[in-house]
């Protein structure tokens, strides 16, 4: 699941990030669902085992280096042929997007990983207003066991209403991300801008992460950073 303001995901398989923008998502092979409202509950002990979820330093920067994603002159990708447009999709800043994963072997079932995710999410976006977490190495394979953990984390999920991605439902709460042709780029957004209704996070899970240099990155945009930026005549 991934928990994000929305940060760069092409990441490993069976991983989950959560954004704080409200909605759960998969993406080539992820999943979404949306989430308007949370509701912090006390996080209990997994049971019959002392796994912690442990904050983890990923070197995004040097992986990027290796794989560098070229975005200028990309097809379908709005403004891509402009000359100031950036050539390749820059790094997240040191240190994000914060990844957590189990101290331990995992063993429980999906459900009982809730408890879990549930504080870190509370400590890092709700507390630290952080944006984004990614979490690595939970047991979870499939949109079933993603469903599982998400009704357990004590949020309040929504749905989609208008816009005009395409997508299907999954699981009563898991809905694919998109299922528009791979070769089409989604641009930084907020989620469901269009309403007054937008949740307040999202969350996702790679199910079948692309290799390198194939595409399918998830791009994560904090808006707070965009806003100073802005064009004061386009400002309310």
């Given at each position: 699941?991934?928990?994000?303001?929305k940060?760069a995901d092409?990441f490993?398989p069976?991983m989950?990030v959560?954004?704080?923008?409200?909605r759960l998502?998969?993406?080539?092979?992820?999943?979404?669902?949306?989430?308007?409202?949370v509701?912090?509950?006390?996080?209990s002990?997994?049971s019959?085992?002392a796994?912690?979820?442990?904050?983890?330093?990923?070197?995004?920067a040097?992986?990027?280096?290796a794989h560098?994603?070229?975005?200028r002159?990309r097809?379908?990708?709005?403004?891509s042929?402009?000359?100031?447009f950036?050539?390749?999709?820059?790094p997240p800043?040191?240190g994000?997007v914060?990844v957590?994963?189990?101290?331990g072997?995992?063993?429980?079932?999906p459900?009982?990983?809730?408890?879990?995710i549930?504080p870190v999410?509370?400590?890092v976006?709700?507390?630290?207003?952080?944006g984004a977490?990614?979490?690595?190495g939970?047991?979870?394979s499939t949109?079933?066991?993603f469903?599982?953990?998400?009704?357990?984390l004590?949020l309040?999920?929504t749905?989609?209403?208008?816009?005009?991605?395409?997508r299907?439902r999954l699981?009563e709460?898991?809905?694919?991300?998109?299922?528009?042709?791979p070769?089409?780029c989604?641009?930084?957004?907020n989620?469901?801008?269009?309403?007054?209704?937008?949740?307040e996070?999202?969350?996702?899970?790679?199910?079948e992460?692309?290799?390198?240099?194939?595409g399918?990155?998830?791009?994560?945009?904090?808006?707070?950073?965009?806003?100073?930026r802005?064009?004061?005549d386009?400002v309310?």
């Amino acid at each position: 699941c991934t928990l994000t303001s929305k940060l760069a995901d092409q990441f490993t398989p069976k991983m989950s990030v959560a954004r704080s923008t409200n909605r759960l998502f998969r993406q080539k092979n992820s999943l979404a669902s949306l989430v308007c409202k949370v509701r912090y509950s006390q996080a209990s002990a997994v049971s019959g085992a002392a796994v912690n979820l442990l904050e983890t330093h990923v070197d995004f920067a040097s992986q990027l280096k290796a794989h560098p994603v070229r975005i200028r002159g990309r097809k379908w990708l709005p403004g891509s042929n402009s000359p100031n447009f950036p050539e390749f999709l820059a790094p997240p800043e040191d240190g994000y997007v914060h990844v957590f994963t189990p101290s331990g072997k995992v063993t429980c079932p999906p459900e009982e990983c809730a408890p879990l995710i549930r504080p870190v999410i509370h400590n890092v976006l709700e507390k630290r207003k952080e944006g984004a977490v990614l979490f690595r190495g939970l047991p979870l394979s499939t949109a079933e066991d993603f469903s599982k953990v998400v009704v357990n984390l004590g949020l309040k999920l929504t749905s989609y209403k208008g816009g005009g991605a395409i997508r299907h439902r999954l699981t009563e709460v898991v809905d694919t991300a998109s299922d528009e042709p791979p070769e089409l780029c989604i641009e930084p957004h907020n989620e469901m801008a269009y309403t007054d209704h937008y949740p307040e996070k999202i969350i996702f899970f790679c199910i079948e992460p692309p290799p390198p240099g194939t595409g399918g990155e998830t791009v994560m945009t904090d808006v707070r950073d965009i806003l100073p930026r802005l064009d004061k005549d386009v400002v309310e």
